[in-house]
């Protein structure tokens, strides 16, 4: 559905979802390499989302548990460094 919108980082259209993975930096003798893993992340544009440019957000456990976050604090104030990409920050492999 958004993949059109993704290969331009344009505007997505409602009901466009991301599912991604939070690591845990692992600095091995000055090099940065992925640690464990923290947490999925899930993005889904909705007009429900006022308050989150659009989307809704929400974090899963490795083991699938929610987790309890304030999207406003803990995901979309981030994301507004990425108003120009439709918050986004995934950009498509050239």
């Not at 993975?21 to 000055?30: M, R």
């Amino acid at each position: 559905m958004g993949m059109a919108a993704f290969k331009k980082s344009g505007a997505y259209p409602e009901g466009t979802i991301f599912v991604g993975k939070v690591y845990a930096a692992d600095d091995q003798k000055g090099a940065l390499n992925e640690g464990n893993m923290c947490f999925y992340t899930y993005m889904e544009k909705n007009s429900k989302g006022v308050d989150t440019g659009g989307w809704l957000f929400a974090a899963f456990s490795p083991e699938g548990k929610f987790l309890e976050k304030d999207v406003k604090k803990e995901c979309f104030d981030c994301h507004t460094s990425q108003r120009d990409a439709d918050y986004v920050f995934s950009k498509p492999l050239k």
